[in-house]
């Protein structure tokens, strides 16, 4: 299938240097929507730095992002977040001083600055509502975020990028800290956000595009319709779960890691 | 060529007494994480032991000065090390915070024991001079020059060449590390603690040689190392002394335009300008290891398993509108009960509070630090001096206009913090508070210099507020009114919309938030109301100097809201009235020897329960709350949410978890 023709986020030749390490070595991706996009690699592969760049967070010394169609390689975060661009944190980063309802509310209402007053409070509601339902978060609405274990805390950061009704969610190792029955809920949620209906976000119509970083391969394999594979800052494999198993590449680098540990 | 030459070498005079401050400074921040305000203090507070025992019991200079620097400095820089190492690991704020509080207790401690008066001082060195080549250079500007660079090779031969270097550099370099191979962090910082602390005595029994051995005079000149340290970007030695040669090289040859006036005052505030330019240009490459840690510490709260966290917010909304209204009304009879004069202190507290509230929303709420907002009150208090007219009938134009100047000032100082926080914002708002210090309120046209200049009482829309009780009622329903809106405020999008600025600036960025507005602008708000309190503390005052808005009562103002309660707007209310209480007393017991102290020993009281605080930066208010809520917990029946409304998510599974 033409990935590239239905991807709402797509990267090329990315290159990003820390002093002499190279990060990130030419690296492209496509995210497309209405499916579960993996993004693999052993530690310090590069996935979080390519997370950064795509968010806008750090500047790549080569190589262009586009989303939806435009080149957004030179906004600052804050325009990605406004144009559909929402992600979760590695190391979270939940509004500790504020509770769970509230890390929803204010990230909703930092998506749609327009709305805040008045009309929109509705709006707000609904949605914060709807989310906390989907997430099994209303029994702990009045809760102080910076007070959860972890597991919860990534709860809620799902919840707080969703609530920014985006078209593209990045998330970076959102099961670390899930025993496994939360890990399984997780799954069962990632795979109805991108099967749901269109939402009322950007660009109704289109379904959720998901950029997944994970450890956990079991849950890889289960959920994404793609995977993409970085191992020292570059791009060594991509290709449907089934293909990424049987590349020898990708056994050499990564899988052949874990059979040995 | 024949006064260059001399003014670079004054210019090494002086430049090489800031070098010794700086290397104290970067000593301590490199291997504490701790940047230490109080190190001017320290150096003042040595000198005046020092005068002490040498001048006052007359013990000779060579048992005087090493009890000074063996004993008595390293005695200080331990006890340092005792309260500081519980905090290492907070938030970069908490150590900034205390450490003031240091400086205030140190400055105030000072003025208790040794009064505020000049102090003659015996030199150490010689003061005659001797030619050299076409100029005199003076035995103790040498002299200076030379234990200056004596103590930096000393420094240097201590990192390079003995094993204290060594653990220090592995400490440095990896705390985790460091303890595996045996390197103890705790010895290490200790030792760094007192070396740092003796180089602050050195510093301060140099000075008295060319500064007056006043409390206040003292501390403001060692502030100037601040700069060079900053300079050697808090972490390399030679670079910050460096620094601070260049830096006594550059305002010495400054001198030979400088006349008098406006010109002087600038050139007092050269250093402050550089710091200033030199944290935005450096901005997000000072590093700072305590921002590793969460930001502003609410996460260190305890879990808390009261009813009330779970209570909706509606009536935790409506008790909180009942106490506050309730309190309002009791504070607007008072002074039907109450004699005059203290109805005069009321407004003094109600004004206090009103200033406190910009600070609670800037740094409790917002995240942003700052040790200006003083300046921001001096604005609109000169603003209405000049403007009002003799019977203030101009006060609203006078006071919108400080309003306006306080705009552009706000953005001014809000730019440093788009790329800072922590520490380096802090250092960035008390450099602007001291420009505005040197170059705004003490030029002479602005403040009338050190006589001040009248201010007074306002006249609204033909209403007289010249009596004491309407000047309360006025103060007082403006800060009602200014409580009544943050409150609101804090409830709905723009409450939020700071709270996260100060939780996760980085989460709410890419949520779509544009912190730079959202930063200045908040910034500039908080400048203008607290300029609109200084509109009304002018005219309250009826007489303002550059003293009433002086640097240090940005400091005090950020101790009291600490020590209150920082992120509450019940904090800024308790911070106005600790303010009162030093001149409630006078006013209650007459001023006499008793009276004139009682400010300080209120300063101290607030400096020892700020560093008293230490893990707990939310303050007492908000401790006091999490105490009622803990003791009724208990005191109640068990809770409702017990009986069969077990669920995966219940809270109550949730504490389990949280422990493993
Ligand atoms: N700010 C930085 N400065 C210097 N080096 C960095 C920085 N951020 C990341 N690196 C380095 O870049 C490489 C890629 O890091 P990155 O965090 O992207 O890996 P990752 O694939 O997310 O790893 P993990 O699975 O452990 O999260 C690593 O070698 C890391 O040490
Ligand atoms: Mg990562």
């Given at each position: 299938m033409a990935a590239e023709d239905s991807a709402v986020l797509s990267a090329r030749g990315i290159s990003v240097r820390f002093g002499g390490l190279h990060a990130l070595d030419e690296v492209d991706l496509e995210v497309a929507a209405g499916r579960v996009t993996g993004l693999i690699g052993p530690n310090g592969a590069g996935k979080t730095t390519l997370f950064n760049v795509l968010g806008g967070l750090l500047e790549p010394v080569a190589g262009s992002v586009h989303l939806g169609g435009a080149d957004i390689t030179t906004w600052p975060p804050h325009r990605r977040g406004r144009a559909g661009m929402a992600r979760t944190f590695q190391r979270l980063e939940l509004f500790t001083g504020m509770t769970v309802e509230e890390n929803l509310t204010a990230s909703w209402e930092a998506a749609h600055p327009g709305a805040i007053f008045g009309r929109g409070r509705p709006t707000r509601k609904q949605r914060v509502a709807e989310m906390m339902e989907l997430l099994g978060l209303e029994r702990i609405a009045g809760r102080t975020a910076g007070e959860l274990p972890t597991g919860l805390g990534r709860m809620v950061e799902l919840g707080r990028a969703l609530c920014a009704d985006p078209r593209v969610l990045l998330l970076d190792e959102p099961s670390s800290g899930l025993d496994v029955g939360e890990t399984q809920h997780f799954a069962r949620i990632l795979r109805q956000l991108v099967a749901e209906?269109?939402?009322?976000?950007?660009?109704?119509?289109q379904p959720l595009a998901i950029l997944l970083v994970e450890h956990d391969m079991a849950l890889v394999m289960e959920v994404c319709h793609v995977i993409t594979v970085l191992d020292f800052g570059r791009r060594i494999a991509c290709g449907s779960p089934d293909q990424i198993q049987g590349d020898p590449a990708v056994r050499a680098a990564y899988l052949g890691e874990t059979d040995v540990a | 060529m024949s006064t260059f030459w001399p003014l670079v070498v004054i210019g090494l005079f002086t430049g090489s007494i800031y070098g010794l401050g700086a290397l104290g400074l970067v000593l301590t921040y490199k291997t504490t994480?701790?940047?230490?305000?109080?190190f001017g203090a320290v150096a003042m507070f040595c000198a005046f032991v020092y005068w002490q025992i040498?001048?006052?019991?007359?013990?000779t200079a060579w048992i005087s000065i090493p009890l000074l620097l063996l004993v008595v400095a390293p005695l200080i820089g331990y006890l340092f090390e005792l309260l500081f190492r519980p905090l290492?690991?907070?938030?970069?704020?908490v150590p900034i915070v205390v450490s003031l509080a240091l400086l205030a207790l140190l400055e105030v401690g000072a003025q208790l024991i040794w009064g505020g008066q000049e102090r003659g001082f015996e030199t150490i060195i010689p003061t005659s001079s001797f030619k050299f080549g076409s100029f005199y250079v003076g035995w103790d500007q040498l002299g200076t020059l030379i234990i200056a660079f004596m103590a930096g090779g000393f420094l240097w031969w201590l990192l390079r060449h003995t094993r204290f270097g060594m653990s220090t550099r592995a400490v440095v370099d990896n705390r985790d590390l460091a303890a595996i191979i045996g390197v103890s962090g705790d010895n290490v910082r200790r030792f760094a603690w007192m070396v740092s602390s003796t180089f602050a005595a050195l510093l301060g029994i140099l000075l008295t040689h060319s500064q007056e051995l006043t409390t206040y005079n003292l501390v403001l000149v060692v502030l100037v190392s601040f700069a060079p340290a900053v300079m050697g970007r808090n972490e390399s030695f030679p670079w910050a002394f460096g620094g601070a040669l260049g830096l006594g090289v550059f305002t010495s040859v400054l001198h030979r335009w400088s006349t008098s006036g406006t010109v002087a005052n600038i050139e007092a505030a050269v250093p402050w300008f550089l710091l200033f330019i030199f944290l935005i240009v450096l901005g997000g490459r000072l590093k700072e290891p305590g921002l590793s840690v969460r930001p502003m510490a609410v996460a260190t709260g305890t879990l808390s398993t009261g009813d009330m966290e779970h209570m909706s917010a509606r009536p935790r909304i409506q008790r909180a509108v009942a106490l506050g209204v309730g309190a309002f009304a009791v504070a607007a009879v008072l002074p039907t009960v109450v004699p005059g004069p203290q109805v005069s202190v009321l407004t003094y507290g109600a004004l206090w509070a009103l200033m406190a509230v910009t600070l609670v929303v800037l740094t409790?709420?917002?995240g942003q630090i700052s040790i200006a907002q003083v300046s921001f009150v001096g604005v609109g208090a000169f603003a209405v001096g000049h403007w009002a007219g003799a019977h203030g009938q101009n006060f609203v134009p006078a006071a919108l206009a400080g309003m306006a100047i306080a705009v552009p000032l706000g953005l001014i100082v809000g730019i440093p913090s788009l790329r800072l926080r922590g520490l380096y914002l802090a250092l960035a708002t008390l450099a602007f508070a001291l420009i505005m210090d040197y170059v705004v309120f003490n030029s002479v046209g602005i403040?009338?210099?050190?006589t001040g200049i009248l201010d007074h009482r306002p006249r609204i829309f033909g209403v007289s507020f010249a009596s004491t009780t309407s000047m309360y009622e006025l103060s007082l329903g403006v800060l009602g009114v200014v409580l009544a809106i943050t409150f609101a405020l804090r409830q709905g999008p723009i409450g939020r919309r700071l709270r996260i600025l100060r939780d996760s600036p980085l989460a709410a960025s890419t949520l779509g938030v544009n912190l730079t507005v959202t930063k200045l602008v908040t910034f500039a708000v908080c400048g203008v109301v607290a300029a609109m309190a200084g509109a009304l503390y002018g005219s309250y005052l009826q007489s303002i100097t550059p003293i009433n808005f002086q640097f240090g009562l940005s400091v005090q103002l950020l101790l009291l809201v600490v020590f209150a309660g920082r992120s509450v707007l019940t904090g800024a209310v308790v911070a106005g009235v600790l303010a009162m209480i030093p001149a409630l007393i006078v006013s209650l017991i007459g001023g006499g020897t008793i009276g004139a102290n009682v400010g300080n020993w209120i300063t101290l009281a607030v400096a020892v329960g700020v560093i008293g605080l230490g893990r707990n930066p939310e303050g007492t208010v908000s401790l006091s709350i999490q105490e009622a809520k803990r003791t009724l917990s208990v005191m109640r029946p068990r809770p409702r949410r017990y009986l069969g409304l077990g669920s995966p998510l219940a809270p109550e599974r949730l504490e389990v978890s949280s422990g493993g």
């Open positions: 209906a269109p939402h009322n976000g950007h660009d109704a119509g | 994480g701790v940047f230490n305000f109080a040498h001048d006052t019991w007359h013990w290492s690991g907070l938030a970069a704020e409790g709420w917002a403040s009338g210099g050190l």
